[in-house]
């Protein structure tokens, strides 16, 4: 699924960011695949694929739902 539609950056694209770039915020993301962000919708559903990146290491279980569901929000950058 797409995560940033100005960028065309789906979860597969944000993990690995994370994974072999070791990104832990969105703007992270956006340096590791050369580009930079727009409109910032993509903000809040990029740091949840973040953190299920952290949380879940390699698996591809697609619950990014379910593991920030007890997670305070993050302020915006």
Do not use: S, W
């Amino acid at each position: 699924m797409y995560v940033c539609i100005c960028n065309a950056l789906k979860e597969k694209d944000v993990r690995r960011a994370a994974e072999q770039g070791g990104a832990t915020r969105p703007a992270e993301v956006f340096r590791f695949h050369g580009c930079a962000p727009q409109c910032g919708k993509c903000a809040c559903h990029m740091r949840a694929e973040l953190l299920q990146a952290r949380t879940c290491g390699n698996c591809d279980c697609d619950d990014a739902a379910a593991v920030t569901a007890n997670i305070e929000p993050i302020a915006a950058e």
